[in-house]
């Protein structure tokens, strides 16, 4: 088949590299413009963009792909099928008509469970310990099309958000193929979500990733999993004898049992943070402007000990 390719985001690179080594035909990719990243604010193109560009293949960049002009763009490519991964903008019914066998979305989690733009995240917080990729339709309701396949994968222990999203864009690119081939054979069944239970996932914020350690140690550390590698799981740590503070992000941690009576975000004797319900014995820690690096450095670079503290950050 005929396809047009929609997204932006790293999630979608590899179904797009199955859909070009298989037998359907990439007419045309379609990403948002280039953004600012690293400390140089440098224009830096979409990751669909580069690969794209890596393989030749048509590519428009948009901010608004519901324009007339891109209407009419995509439809002069006569595509039999548009696929939407990671894409970052509402799609129009006007764009959904143009494709006679539709259009599709790969959505990372099992529908109609967590709708929205973080549905890695929000397994790992919650403790969910299963999660998946399903297909749907495009819908004028955000994540509320039909279905087409699913695929669970169990969520491990210590598995953190960006392992999970490497693993579920993996898992899902088989999953695609099966789908487009039983599309163009006229063999897909479209299954309606129970919309009664559907869930969200809205979008992240740096502020969301702000640590409360009056929150037991279970509920923070699928917090610290579910928010790596963004926005973080962020803590003001300051040290009890020079008074210095400074922001940290917490990347990796443990619960521990403890006995210790002292307040939440208080370093014990065994230099793990007291939480409202147990500890936390912290693994990898980025000091704000460093490099990510082992508890053990940090506790050496900054001379911690027992009764230094970790709190909130106020905005």
């Not at 969301?208 to 610290?224: H, N, P, Q, V, Y």
């Not at 579910?226 to 799981?233: M, V």
């Amino acid at each position: 088949m005929k396809i047009v390719f929609l997204g932006s985001g790293k999630f979608g690179i590899d179904c797009i590299e199955a859909i070009a080594e298989s037998n359907n035909q990439i007419k045309l990719v379609v990403t948002s413009p280039p953004n600012p990243a690293g400390r140089g604010q440098k224009q830096k193109p979409t990751p669909v963009a580069q690969w794209a560009k890596q393989n030749n293949i048509k590519t428009i960049e948009t901010d608004n792909v519901n324009t007339p002009e891109m209407i009419k763009s995509l439809a002069s490519f006569e595509p039999d099928l548009v696929v939407v991964i990671a894409f970052g903008q509402k799609i129009s019914n006007d764009l959904i008509a143009i494709p006679p066998k539709g259009a599709i979305n790969v959505h990372a989690s099992l529908l109609p469970k967590y709708r929205g733009a973080a549905p890695i995240n929000f397994p790992v917080i919650n403790g969910d310990t299963q999660t998946g990729v399903t297909i749907i339709t495009l819908a004028e309701k955000m994540d509320a099309g039909k279905m087409l396949a699913r695929a669970k994968t169990d969520i491990a222990p210590d598995e953190d958000a960006g392992q999970l999203h490497d693993r579920l864009a993996k898992i899902a690119a088989p999953l695609l193929l099966e789908t487009i081939d039983k599309i163009a054979a006229g063999t897909a069944e479209y299954i309606e979500q129970d919309h009664s239970k559907a869930t969200l996932a809205p979008k992240l914020k740096k502020s969301d990733g702000i640590l409360d350690f009056t929150d037991s140690a279970i509920a923070i550390e699928r917090k610290i999993r579910g928010l790596w590698p963004w926005p973080k799981a962020t803590a003001a740590y300051t040290s009890k004898k020079t008074g210095k503070t400074i922001n940290v992000a917490i990347a990796k941690a443990k619960v521990v049992e403890t006995t210790s009576n002292l307040a939440p975000g208080t370093l014990d004797e065994n230099l793990n943070i007291v939480c409202g319900t147990d500890a936390l014995e912290i693994l990898q820690i980025k000091p704000a402007g460093r490099q990510l690096q082992s508890f053990k450095d940090f506790l050496n670079g900054q001379h911690c000990q027992p009764d230094d503290l970790f709190k909130k950050i106020e905005l």
